[in-house]
């Protein structure tokens, strides 16, 4: 305890030294908690969980995958045809739509677009990724949403980005006009609610009524003429399986199905479908997690290297005295790497809290869009990666001159005193 | 090696040599030096700059360790132990009084003079008597929570005196410890020393160049070119 306390009390010695290689410390320590928080959250998107296990149905061969929606209706069954045939636990289906509040092609701009996709308001709580983490109070809000959407065909939820961007409130009316692939179906819409903070932030949701009656009318206001998009409307189908034994058969009965031919569909697990459309940033995640990381930690390194050598050429005599007293080169080196470590937990178990409180409440996350993915979080795991990442660096950058400090030679020290 | 008489001297230093290199050449600080210094002995070095005696002093405190020779104190001969042992050695058996006090200016009066006793394995209650009766010693019992920069010179050498007797040492060596002081302040650390010396019967080895703390030793001896050349027997003490 003592020692601990001559290690705390060292630390106040310069404390404009310390303060500032604090300072340095938090920065670093900030940063690499945010690009881990980012990465966990995307490995934790890209790696199948035993507890949520999805299948994922697209088009085989081509990308934006565009089925007939009259494949819903049996691929949500698993294909299955024969009483052995496996089915699954539930299913969603994902429609993709394009639109913009302005009516005036000349105006219309990325702050105008809106991206909705229309599902069964029924599976929104039971299928979409991360429902399962919402707060009791953000699952009750949902259940009030869904519980309006399903009265309200013409109910739109949106994403809280998108509603500050339109400058909208709930409650209000909103107009969207196809762009692209999409022109000519046009919606209104009474705004529902807003999806809880987080992953959905740039997503709006429809019913899948409305979006395919629309579709379905859109002949008779077009002189007969299908949409071009009347039956290829259905992007993805999301299967929920019991485990991985069950998505083989599904998978098998689905890929082997003569429902499926033209086009064919694939059948992969949701994973390794986010991971397939996040190859898109490989680069730009392997410039994250190999060099934006290891520079922040060989940086924090060096910088807390730099301020403890500096610590420690200064107490050369301090060290000697040490030394006289009895102290042995091994509480020696305890003495400067406690010192360099109990700055780097501290401020880094500081730092990281206090990013967790920032970012997760006050911000409600942080914006960086990314695939699907929009906002991220700090978990509470970051604070332990703050910790971490303190520890680790501080020692690295207090070893060479703890070994510097052991080796002070006693009479060398007091011969160049006198 | 053998081992030194059951009631011989409490420091024995026999046919000591101590070099250093400086790239290809040898420097020769001790030649060859003998010296006995007995339990409860004041014993005074002086010389003049360079004639080995701080040297001299930092072998016998286990700082550093001779070229040739061997250093015996009480039974253990230091001459032959690593620095862990060396250091192990030096909590318990030296108190070291240096000229410029070399407190730890982060910690208090108290906290410099406990700084030795958290190597015992003490129980806090055990070093807080044996701290505040070092400073009751040395007259700074109503300086406990001050730091260094608040305390005069001698007040800070009495520090470092209560800091060297702390742990009862057999040994107390002390290194022009009234160097940095004025004629006053000296003359009272001088009085302290040889205060311990009388109530506590320690045996102290004094390096200095102040002829007014030679004369408060039993015995004075001169080094010069690393040999002791004189023995000048000093006035008796106070």
């Known amino acids: 305890m003592k020692f601990l306390v001559l290690v705390a009390k060292n630390l106040r010695r310069n404390p404009l030294r310390t303060v500032l290689t604090a300072l340095g410390t938090m920065m670093l320590v900030m940063v690499v908690t945010l690009v881990w928080s980012v990465l966990w959250f995307l490995d934790q998107a890209t790696t199948q969980r035993s507890e949520n296990f999805k299948a994922i149905v697209t088009e085989r061969w081509s990308i934006p995958s565009r089925m007939p929606y009259s494949y819903a209706a049996t691929l949500r069954e698993g294909a299955a045809r024969a009483p052995g045939d496996v089915r699954p636990l539930d299913w969603m289906t994902w429609q993709f739509y394009v639109g913009t509040v302005e009516p005036s092609p000349q105006k219309i701009s990325l702050d105008n677009m809106v991206f909705v996709v229309a599902i069964d308001p029924d599976k929104a709580l039971t299928m979409l990724e991360g429902m399962d983490l919402l707060t009791p109070e953000q699952h009750r809000e949902m259940e009030q949403i869904v519980a309006k959407a399903k009265v309200n065909k013409q109910g739109i939820v949106m994403g809280r980005t998108q509603m500050a961007r339109l400058n909208k409130r709930v409650g209000e009316r909103i107009n969207l006009y196809g762009l692209s692939n999409f022109k000519g179906l046009d919606f209104e819409f009474e705004i529902l609610g807003q999806f809880p903070p987080g992953r959905y932030d740039g997503l709006s949701a429809m019913h899948v009524d409305y979006f395919n009656s629309q579709m379905d009318a859109y002949p008779s206001r077009h002189g007969g003429r299908k949409h071009p998009l009347a039956d290829r409307s259905l992007n993805i189908v999301w299967l929920k399986v019991p485990d991985d034994q069950a998505f083989n058969h599904i998978a098998a009965q689905i890929e082997s199905s003569p429902l499926y031919t033209s086009p064919p569909v694939k059948v992969e697990t949701l994973s390794s479908g986010v991971g397939t459309f996040m190859e898109a940033f490989r680069d730009l995640l392997w410039g994250l997690r190999w060099v934006l990381t290891p520079a922040c930690l060989v940086t924090l390194s060096l910088v807390i290297a730099t301020a403890i050598s500096i610590s420690v050429r200064e107490r050369q005599l301090e060290f000697a005295v040490l030394k006289v007293l009895g102290f042995r080169p091994g509480q020696i080196v305890l003495l400067v790497v406690g010192e360099a470590l109990l700055l780097g937990v501290s401020v880094g178990v500081a730092t990281a809290a206090g990013l967790f409180v920032l970012v997760n409440w006050y911000l409600e996350g942080i914006r960086f869009p990314i695939g699907f993915f929009d906002v991220f979080f700090v978990p509470p795991m970051g604070v332990a990666v703050g910790a971490a990442v303190g520890a680790l660096t501080s020692l690295a950058g207090s070893l060479v001159p703890a070994w510097t400090a052991r080796n002070v030679k006693v009479a060398d020290v007091f011969a160049k005193v006198a | ?238």
């Not at chain 2, 040297?55 to 286990?62: D, E, P, R």
Request: proline fraction near 6%.
């Open chain 2, 1 to 238: 090696m053998s081992s030194p008489p059951a009631d011989g001297p409490l420091v024995r230093v026999r046919d000591v040599h101590k070099f250093y290199r400086r790239g290809s050449e040898r420097i020769d600080v001790l030649n060859g030096l003998t010296l006995d210094v007995a339990e409860g002995e004041f014993l005074g070095l002086m010389g003049p700059s360079g004639s080995g005696k701080t040297t001299l002093l930092n072998l016998i405190a286990g700082l550093d360790t001779p070229s040739q020779g061997q250093i015996w104190v009480g039974d253990q001969l230091i001459s032959a132990m690593s620095e862990a042992q060396l250091a192990r050695w030096r909590t318990r058996h030296i108190g070291f009084i240096f000229q410029f006090y070399h407190l730890l200016p982060v910690l208090s009066a108290y906290e410099n003079v406990e700084l030795p006793l958290l190597l015992l394995g003490l129980s806090a209650a055990q070093r807080r008597q044996q701290v505040l009766n070092a400073l009751e010693l040395v007259g700074l019992s109503d300086r406990l929570r001050h730091r260094p920069g608040q305390l005069s010179g001698g007040q800070q050498q009495r520090v470092g005196i209560a800091r060297a007797i702390v742990t009862d040492p057999t040994l107390i060596v002390a290194d022009e410890p009234t160097g940095d002081l004025d004629a006053r302040s000296a003359e009272e650390i001088l009085d302290l020393l040889c205060e311990i010396r009388a109530t506590l019967g320690k045996t102290i080895l004094l390096v200095t160049h102040d002829p007014r703390a030679a004369v408060r030793a039993d015995r004075l001896l001169h080094l010069d070119k690393g040999l002791l050349v004189e023995h000048a027997p000093a006035s008796s003490p106070p």
